[in-house]
């Protein structure tokens, strides 16, 4: 038996994307159910959370089931990952054993594991969601790794909900400052997803060394044919800006600096301009703004813009709970 797992909405269809946000739409209407009775689910921390883990856990207990939240080298044994390991440093079990035993006792596993920001091409790999997948015997959910497709089907859904119809309206996914590098998991995200929906989607940074993975970049300009929008880089805040309806803000590490962020960091400094504020919003059609939280105010957008109505960022944090539950209750019924 093929098991389903949920891992970037790259192997997802339109239409099946279309049928989440529909049955999240549902489980927003009506916020409880039992589509997960009698089911649990291991949540796995490698990183922090605050939403994630509380929609996760809510989602789960909001449809009957019940969550375990693990945290692998704090309140669960350390994991290895590699094939051919001789476990003989801090590590103390196996992947190979970890997500069998795990299928023997939940239903669902789900997985958040940031990359090490020491090497692009191993992080670019995403070995532990993937390891944990072609273990485990019960579907394995990403919630963030290199991509974060939960985060991508909460966003959709608050751009549909303020918008309608998405199909060719003007996406702009706008780099920012921020005084530390971060993961390009939401940007990478954010572009499969609005391309996926058949918008027109700008990705807006300061210089070329900001351009997303090749790969991401890959699967962009083909949803982009295949959904009737468009995909373009910019690096002129202005003509980005102009007419947009939809501006999202993140911001991400350069990958050619990849762990030599001190070197990155004089050009992440002299790009502080690029912060979201009411000048640049009154370009746009009257654009919505939002963002994954958390968010930096007055570093990444003012609070000017971050308290105006057409900030949706909470919409999309409130999303999650929603689309998180449509995941779950499909896998579930998948299986």
Request: proline share 4%; hydrophobic share 40%; aromatic share 8%.
């Amino acid at each position: 038996m093929t098991i389903r797992h949920f891992i970037t909405t790259q192997d997802y269809s339109r239409a099946e994307i279309d049928a989440l946000l529909l049955q999240a739409a549902e489980f927003k209407r009506s916020p409880r159910g039992q589509q997960l009775a009698g089911k649990s689910v291991a949540l796995l921390f490698f990183n922090p959370s605050m939403r994630t883990r509380t929609s996760f856990e809510l989602g789960a207990f909001h449809l009957g089931g019940h969550a375990v939240v693990l945290a692998p080298g704090k309140d669960a044994w350390p994991i290895e990952f590699e094939v051919g390991s001789v476990m003989d440093g801090d590590t103390e079990e196996h992947i190979a054993e970890v997500a069998r035993v795990l299928s023997r006792y939940v239903d669902l596993i789900c997985v958040r594991a940031f990359p090490k920001f020491q090497d692009w091409a191993v992080d670019r790999e995403d070995k532990v969601i993937k390891a944990f997948a072609q273990y485990a015997t019960v579907p394995v959910i990403n919630m963030e790794t290199i991509t974060h497709p939960c985060q991508e089907l909460a966003h959709a859904m608050a751009m549909k909900e303020h918008l309608g119809d998405l199909q060719n309206r003007k996406y702009v996914l706008t780099w920012t400052y921020h005084p530390k590098p971060l993961n390009t998991a939401v940007a990478n995200s954010a572009l499969l997803i609005a391309t996926k929906l058949g918008m027109d989607v700008t990705l807006l940074c300061p210089t070329p060394d900001y351009v997303l993975d090749e790969r991401y970049m890959a699967f962009g300009y083909q949803n982009a044919k295949e959904n009737g929008g468009s995909l373009k880089v910019s690096h002129d805040i202005r003509e980005a800006y102009t007419g947009a309806d939809v501006i999202y803000a993140k911001s991400w590490g350069a990958l050619p600096y990849f762990g030599r962020w001190e070197q990155e960091k004089p050009i992440r400094e002299a790009n502080k301009h690029f912060i979201v504020d009411e000048e640049k919003m009154a370009l746009t059609n009257n654009g919505l703004f939002s963002h994954c939280l958390p968010l930096r105010r007055n570093i990444k957008a003012t609070d000017a813009v971050m308290d105006s109505p057409a900030c949706i960022a909470i919409d999309e944090a409130e999303n999650r709970l929603h689309v998180q539950k449509a995941v779950m209750a499909s896998l579930i019924n998948g299986r």
